[in-house]
């Protein structure tokens, strides 16, 4: 929903301010339409229903592994491809895997998204949409990684700002990560938030010319540098920062690499996560399940932990843009309404606008 323009057509309608937070208490909780929001008068709901579109995207497709992972693909106003994913864990726990921007000015060599034209940032509503989608669909999320489509760091005032609402939707800022490329002003911008935002990084080679093979953002800014800022961050922070490594078979899984990269790491600041690779149209392999297993047995031999991330909806295409690409490889996808599903929870809570807005930093 663009709290926006809500805001804006309350405001007109000459509704007091806490009315805005009333309806957005309800859409974070899952309701499917202004009808459904039971507090709000009557000819309030229909008003809002005339003015405001109950969400920025339009679903497009969606796909669902066997896993229980659901991969949706919508479309902005303007006709942008968003990703988002929601994956299920045996544990219970429903994490979402949110996009920041269409497409991806950056170029990874081995990422879907990089290999596709950049279309802009998202809105902060946007980011939430996605969220609301599988709150409405899917029922309680509580996990969200900034692991779809874009660069974070590249829209951390939308990111943020989404960040701060995401907790009314079930997600704690604890339970939030925030995955870069190691975009240095994004970084110390995070260290600076307040947020207790997990940080991220994707870093898959430890030795600088390859990196930049890998992803060329390297040559702007170098590996030591961002480690240097992930340091930084966790001395401010004292959590934890991820670091994310994608197992590209032949390229940057060998012993050597695994020595090499637990060398480069202080084993107080960093934890590992191999990712397995989802296979692109690039010329990159996955590596095998025995070489990611016997690079993770060197990293912790060397006193790095390390995890392997399982593999979640690979038969739905659900590594980072693979949808879109295949869905625009099908030609121009049209526009497709989302609606039905599940029915929203009861609220009492009045938050007032201001503090909303205040809160989404605009
Ligand atoms: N731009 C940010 C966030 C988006 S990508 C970043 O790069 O961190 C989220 C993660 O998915 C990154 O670690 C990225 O390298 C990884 N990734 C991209 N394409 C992949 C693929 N085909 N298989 C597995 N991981 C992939």
């Known amino acids: ?49 005339q003015t405001v579109p109950f969400s920025t995207l339009a679903l497009e497709r969606e796909a669902r592994a ?17 990703e988002a994913v929601l994956m299920r864990y045996r544990d219970g726990r429903r994490s979402l895997c949110l996009s920041s921007q269409s497409g991806c000015p950056l170029t990874c060599s081995f990422c879907a998204t990089g290999q596709m ?12 949409d996605q969220a609301l989608h599988f709150r409405r669909h899917a029922g309680a ?8 489509m874009g660069e974070p760091m590249m829209n951390l005032d939308a990111v943020l700002g989404a960040c701060s609402l995401l907790p009314d939707v079930g997600v704690a800022n604890r339970r939030t990560a925030i995955s870069t490329v190691g975009w240095i002003p994004g970084i110390e911008r995070l260290t600076e938030s307040p947020m207790p935002i997990r940080l991220a990084f994707s870093l898959h080679a430890a030795d600088e010319a390859l990196r930049s093979e890998l992803m060329p953002v390297n040559d702007r800014y170098p590996l030591a540098d961002v480690l240097a800022a992930c340091e930084r961050h966790y001395e401010r ?6 670091v994310e490594y994608v197992m ?16 480069l790491l202080d084993p107080r600041v960093y934890k590992v996560n191999l990712i397995p690779f989802n296979p692109t149209r690039s010329r990159f392999d996955a590596s095998s399940p025995k070489a990611i297993e016997a690079f993770r047995r ?7 932990s390390a995890t392997v991330r399982l593999t979640r909806g690979r038969e739905i295409d659900a590594a980072c843009g693979q949808l879109a690409a295949r869905s625009s490889r099908r030609g121009q996808p049209s526009p497709l ?22 809160r989404l930093g605009s």
């Open 248 to 263: 590209l078979a032949g390229v940057n899984d060998s012993h050597a690499q695994a020595v090499q990269l637990a060398r």
């Open 298 to 304: 060197v990293l912790s031999r060397e006193g790095i």
């Open 337 to 358: 309404g989302g609606g039905g599903g599940g029915g929203g929870g009861g609220s009492t809570a009045t938050v007032a606008w201001a503090t909303l807005l205040d």
């Open 66 to 82: 066997r896993d229980g992972t659901v991969k949706a693909l919508f479309l902005t106003g303007d006709g942008k491809p968003v």
């Open 117 to 128: 034209s950049f279309g802009r940032n998202l809105t902060a509503s946007e980011i939430l």
């Open 141 to 148: 999320v509580d996990h969200a990684v900034f692991m779809g």
């Open 237 to 242: 922070k004292r959590r934890r920062v991820f």
């Open 1 to 49: 929903m663009d709290l926006k323009l809500l805001e804006r057509t309350l405001a007109e309608l000459g509704e007091p301010a806490y009315r805005a937070g009333q309806v957005w208490r309800w859409a974070a909780r899952g309701a499917d339409r202004f009808g459904s929001m039971t507090d709000v008068p009557a000819a309030l709901r229909d008003a809002l229903e």
